[in-house]
C-alpha cells in the first residue's frame, strides 16, 4: 500500500493523473459500442465505412498540409475549427489530418457537430485517426458512418499517408502485417504514419504509450526497415519532439480549445513538402486572427 501511494504521489507531481484518467486507463468512463482493433481493421479494408474523399492532385511534389490532435470536441465547447479555415485557406493547404480523440465522448452528435463545423470552416478534406475517446459512447458505430475508416492509405504526390489503428492501445497482427506490406510496396519519396499512441514517452513509461512492448518493438523495427519520416501521435496532451534512427517522432499536445495541454498552448502542425525536402513549423491558435 506503501508503495502504491509513493507512485501516485510522483504522478500527481508529474502532473500525469489527470492524463490517465481522461484517457480511461484507471477505469472506464463511459461505456461504448465495443468492438476490437481486428474488427475495425477488416471493417476499414473491406470498405465498410465512409469512404476518404482524397485530395485534389495539382502540384503535388510541392505542396502542404495540416497536423493536429486531441481535439476533443463537444457541442457545448469552443473549438478550433474557425482558426483552421483561415489558416488553410492562407497557406493553401492541401488536406488537415488529425490523431485521434477528434470527439471527447464519442457520442453521435458530437460525430455531427464535427461535421458541421467541417462544411461551416473547410474547404479542403478532413480526416481523422481514431482515439480512444473516440471509442466511448456511440464510439465505433459512428466514427465508421460520419469520419470514416480507422485504418486507411492514400498517396498525395510523392508521399504516403497512413492511418493506423492504436485506439485500444494495440495494433494486433492483421494490421502489423498491412502495414508491413504498404510500407514495403511503397516507392513514396516521404512516409508518414497518423496514430493515436505514441512510442514512447519522456516523462515517464505510463500507459500513454502503445500498451505492449512487443508492440512497440515491432512498430519502431517497421519505421527503421522502411525509412518513414515522421510518426505523428497525441494521447498524453503533451509536447515532445524525438528523432529515432530517421524517423521523427512528434507527440501533439493538444488541438483542444478547452482541455489545454501540459506545457503548452493549443497547437497544430503545417508540414511542407518540397520535392525531397519537408519542414514543419508548430503554430499556436492563439496566434490567429480570424
Known amino acids: 500500500m506503501k508503495r502504491i501511494k509513493i507512485v501516485l504521489l510522483i504522478l500527481l507531481s508529474a502532473g ?109 478534406p478532413f480526416y481523422s485517426a481514431l482515439g480512444n475517446h473516440d471509442l466511448y459512447g456511440d464510439g465505433w458505430d459512428a466514427f465508421k458512418e460520419y469520419i470514416g475508416p480507422s485504418v486507411a492509405k492514400f498517396k498525395f504526390g510523392n508521399s504516403l499517408f497512413i492511418l493506423v489503428d492504436t485506439a485500444s492501445c494495440e495494433v494486433g497482427r492483421d494490421q502489423f502485417d498491412w502495414l508491413e506490406d504498404t510500407l514495403k510496396n511503397s516507392h513514396a519519396k516521404h512516409k508518414f504514419i497518423f496514430t493515436h499512441m505514441c512510442l514512447y514517452n519522456k516523462v515517464a513509461e505510463l500507459p500513454i504509450i502503445l500498451c505492449d512492448p512487443d508492440e512497440r518493438y515491432h512498430m519502431e523495427s517497421l519505421l527503421k526497415k522502411y ?34 495541454p501540459m506545457n503548452g498552448d493549443p497547437e497544430f502542425f503545417n508540414f511542407t513538402i518540397d520535392g525531397d525536402d519537408v519542414d514543419y513549423e508548430k503554430i499556436y491558435f492563439k496566434d490567429i486572427e480570424y
Open 16 to 124: 500525469l493523473i489527470p492524463v490517465l484518467i481522461s484517457c480511461g486507463e484507471m477505469g472506464t468512463i463511459s461505456e461504448g459500442t465495443s468492438s476490437t482493433v481486428d474488427d475495425r481493421f477488416k471493417e476499414s479494408i473491406d470498405g465498410d465505412t465512409k469512404p476518404l474523399i482524397l485530395p485534389r492532385a495539382r502540384n503535388t511534389d510541392h505542396f502542404s498540409f495540416l497536423w493536429l490532435t486531441d481535439m476533443h470536441i463537444r457541442p457545448d465547447r469552443k473549438d478550433y475549427f474557425s482558426q483552421l479555415g483561415t489558416y488553410s485557406a492562407e497557406h493553401n493547404s492541401r488536406f488537415i489530418i488529425t490523431s485521434g480523440d477528434l470527439t471527447d465522448g464519442g457520442e453521435k452528435e458530437q460525430y455531427e457537430y464535427v461535421l458541421n463545423q467541417v462544411k461551416a470552416h473547410l474547404m479542403i
Open 227 to 260: 525509412k518513414v519520416d515522421f510518426y505523428l501521435c497525441g494521447h498524453g496532451h503533451y509536447a515532445e519532439e524525438t528523432k529515432i534512427g530517421d524517423t521523427i517522432h512528434i507527440q501533439g499536445a493538444t488541438s483542444s480549445a478547452w482541455n489545454t
